[in-house]
């Protein structure tokens, strides 16, 4: 096995399973060539899930932070149903699309999302208003 491929397959161990398809296939080594033509094909359907994915967290988030805003109960319920729900990772991982309100009952509730943006930086609705 080449050094770059053993390289590749120790910090991109998710692609091993296709790595030792690929040598099935071939019984025995694939060669560099095929394997980063294989790795083509797995780079592009992540960049495909990606896609598909950040409309409808994009959309979810919206709702969520329309729900933050409301007078009645949204907030309430978007504090304890939801956001209490997430564990800190999760929390940082939507950290870019929290909007104003949702901001506003993290940092009431203390919870560890890191730091609300600073005054001169957009929120996520700022950000995505006008957006198709």
């Not at 780079?43 to 919206?62: C, S």
């Amino acid at each position: 096995m080449d050094a770059g491929i053993a390289l590749l397959l120790q910090r991109v161990p998710e692609f091993t399973d296709r790595y030792l398809l690929l040598v099935e296939q071939v019984d025995g080594d694939p060669g560099t060539a095929a394997t980063l033509g294989e790795l083509a094909d797995f780079a592009a359907e992540l960049a495909r899930q990606l896609e598909e994915l950040r409309p409808v967290l994009d959309r979810l988030m919206v709702v969520v932070e329309e729900l933050s805003a409301t007078s009645d109960d949204g907030g309430d319920l978007v504090a304890g149903a939801f956001l209490d729900s997430l564990s800190p990772d999760d929390l940082r991982r939507l950290r870019p699309w929290f909007g104003r309100a949702t901001w506003a009952i993290l940092d009431e509730l203390e919870l560890p999302a890191s730091p609300a943006p600073h005054p001169g930086e957009r929120h996520r609705e700022d950000a995505t208003r006008g957006a198709p």
